[in-house]
């Protein structure tokens, strides 16, 4: 178990279709990341918010659009997907500001996503 | 941003002590140098953490030289567990940028009975 929970586990989707993931977390972090990991590869930072505001965008394609409605909370809406964006997306929060120094990431299980 | 570099793979047995070793020769001065532990299926998980010289805790050790350009994780008398990718990321965090949060190769351990 880890104290950052994203539903849902898996998500089947189409190229049409319109779906979000979802990340939590309740220790007080104020730095919440998207990650994106391919199978045998290492995880790929797409998106960084820092105190609810979006602070880092990995050039990610804008059919990925992340929301933080709050600092416990980020969302990963997606539209028009590619079989290619299939992957496991891991969310991650740190405790003050982002990135390591005495911050480190916390990482939930992921949501293994596949676009048909 | 500090690159880091670390062996693909490595084996090793039960109850051996492994040591896996990470070099970030442009290391900056506020960098520091974080440790994670990352099962199939599953996010990575935060092992150690350090500066300079060594870091203990519960699971490993941590030790930097004094030029801090290589680090060396310790696992002590692993177990089948164990078997695992690590990895060795470098960075402070404060500058704005992805610095620190960037996932290099990794290090594929594989131990056996």
């Known amino acids: 178990d880890t104290e950052v929970t994203q539903t849902p586990k898996h998500l089947v989707m189409g190229m049409t279709n319109k779906k979000s993931l979802k990340c939590e977390q309740h220790?007080?972090?104020?730095?919440m990341y998207w990650y994106k990991q391919k199978a045998k590869k290492p995880p790929e930072l797409m998106f960084v918010y820092s105190y609810e505001k979006l602070s880092i965008n990995e050039s990610v394609p804008s059919r990925f659009s992340p929301e933080c409605p709050n600092s416990s909370l980020l969302n990963l809406h997606l539209h028009a997907l590619q079989p290619e964006d299939s992957a496991l997306y891991l969310c991650?929060?740190?405790?003050?500001?982002?990135?390591?120094?005495?911050?480190?990431?916390?990482f939930g299980n992921g949501t293994r996503l596949t676009v048909t | 941003l500090a690159k880091t570099t670390q062996p693909i793979s490595m084996d090793s047995y039960e109850g051996q002590e492994v040591n896996i070793t990470c070099s970030h020769n442009?290391?900056?001065?506020?960098?520091?140098i974080t440790w994670y532990q990352q099962f199939p299926s599953q996010g990575p998980r935060f092992i150690i953490q350090?500066?300079?010289t060594k870091v203990t805790n519960e699971v490993a050790s941590l030790f930097i030289p004094a030029d801090r350009k290589s680090s060396t994780l310790s696992l002590p008398r692993v177990s089948l567990s164990d078997t695992a990718v690590y990895y060795c990321?470098?960075?402070?965090?404060?500058?704005?940028?992805?610095?620190?949060?960037?996932f290099g190769k990794g290090t594929h351990l594989i131990i056996q009975p």
């Open positions: 220790m007080g972090h104020r730095a």
């Open positions: 990321l470098v960075g402070d965090g404060s500058g704005g940028g992805a610095d620190g949060l960037t």
């Open positions: 991650a929060s740190s405790q003050v500001g982002q990135g390591i120094g005495n911050s480190p990431l916390h």
């Open positions: 442009n290391i900056a001065t506020n960098d520091y």
């Open positions: 350090g500066y300079k």
